[in-house]
């Protein structure tokens, strides 16, 4: 599974931003699919997730209400709406592929496959 994620860039705190996630190769083996991301200096967090079959999600508490992760089936991408974005949600974001379940996809461990990172910057 190869993913490609696109969609980053700078905007002003309170803005929207949608990110997508295109994933080819064995897509049809995808079990779940989460985002997550990497500020600078800082340690790499779970952002949000879903299961691509049902489209059951969970939400990192720093994003609950702001974010909404989704999938588009026929297209095998992923998104990440993001809005009313503030500046500590500056980072490097990474979609993520796992071709199997596991007791907990808030974990980086728990996938298998990432993309190469967008970069999101929020000015305030």
């Known amino acids: 599974v190869q993913l490609q994620a696109s969609g980053g860039g700078l905007v002003q705190a309170g803005d929207s931003l949608r990110l997508s996630c295109a994933a080819s190769g064995r897509t049809f083996s995808v079990y779940d699919m989460g985002w997550f991301r990497q500020a600078p200096g800082k340690e790499r967090e779970f952002v949000t997730g879903i299961t691509w079959s049902s489209g059951g999600t969970w939400y990192a508490d720093s994003v609950k209400g702001r974010f909404s992760i989704s999938r588009d089936n026929f297209k095998s991408t992923l998104y990440l709406q993001m809005n009313s974005l503030k500046p500590e949600d500056t980072a490097v974001y990474y979609c993520?592929?796992?071709?199997?379940?596991?007791?907990?996809?808030?974990?980086?461990?728990?996938?298998?496959?990432w993309g190469q990172g967008t970069e999101v910057t929020v000015s305030s």
């Open positions: 993520a592929a796992s071709i199997v379940p596991r007791a907990t996809m808030r974990a980086g461990a728990s996938y298998d496959y």
